[in-house]
C-alpha cells in the first residue's frame, strides 16, 4: 500500500509556482513510483507549466521533475 498526494494548482505568481515545486524537489527523495522496471509502472512526478487556457490556448511545459530510483 502507498499514500499518494495529487496537486493540481494554479498560481498567478511565478515565484509561488517555484516555491512549490523547489519544496517537491526537496522532499522526492523520499517519494517512490509504484512498479518500477516493470510494464505497469507508475512513475511518480512533478510538473511546473504555464498555464494559458484562461486565454483558449494550451499549457507550456517549463520543468519536470520525475521520481525514478531503480535502474532500467
Known amino acids: 500500500m502507498k499514500y499518494r498526494v495529487r496537486i ?3 498560481f498567478d505568481s511565478e515565484a ?3 516555491l512549490l ?3 517537491a524537489r ?3 527523495n523520499k517519494a517512490v513510483s509504484i512498479n518500477e522496471g516493470q510494464h505497469n509502472r507508475e512513475i511518480s512526478f512533478c510538473d511546473l507549466e504555464i498555464c494559458r487556457h484562461d486565454e483558449s490556448l494550451p499549457c507550456t511545459r517549463l520543468e519536470r521533475l520525475e521520481v525514478i530510483k531503480a535502474a532500467i
Do not use: Q, T
Open 8 to 10: 493540481d494548482l494554479s
Open 26 to 28: 526537496e522532499i522526492s
Open 16 to 18: 509561488d509556482a517555484r
Open 21 to 23: 515545486m523547489g519544496y
